[in-house]
């Protein structure tokens, strides 16, 4: 069974910048697509940004030009960078995982097998 753990979550000012990551195990499985979801109190889990084995990305049109998601296969971690944050990005963050190898990603939660219990992000104005 695959171990999916987000981190670097927390409380920030408008305009602030914090950087998510999340380790997966085993190894093997960050070469497939991920992805970044969020879901803030009665909303509907989002997609924030994914990002395919080959390390081309694609982002919600919300978070264009402020997030930036990446890998580090070496390290078995997925990022997310999030700069100019403001209250709207406010949410439970959650990575997801791929069980298998693809040429895709998508902002469906139902594409991804594995996923993490979360990490907060609250964004003050």
């Known amino acids: 069974q695959a171990q999916v753990a987000e981190s670097g979550g927390g409380s920030v000012q408008a305009g602030g910048s914090l950087r998510l990551a999340c380790t997966v195990s085993?190894?093997?499985?960050?070469?497939?697509?991920m992805a970044w979801f969020r879901q803030g109190p009665g909303t509907e889990r989002e997609g924030v940004a994914c990002?395919?084995?080959?390390?081309?990305?694609a982002y919600a049109r919300s978070v264009e030009g402020r997030f930036t998601i990446s890998r580090d296969n070496a390290k078995n971690t997925l990022y997310l960078q999030m700069n100019s944050l403001i209250p709207e990005d406010s949410a439970l963050y959650y990575c997801?995982?791929?069980?298998?190898?693809?040429?895709?990603?998508?902002?469906?939660?139902?594409?991804?097998?594995?996923w993490g219990q979360g990490t907060q992000v609250t964004v003050s104005s």
């Open positions: 085993p190894g093997a499985l960050t070469s497939n697509s």
């Open positions: 997801a995982v791929q069980r298998y190898h693809s040429n895709y990603c998508s902002h469906y939660p139902d594409v991804y097998d594995y």
């Open positions: 990002i395919v084995g080959n390390g081309r990305p």
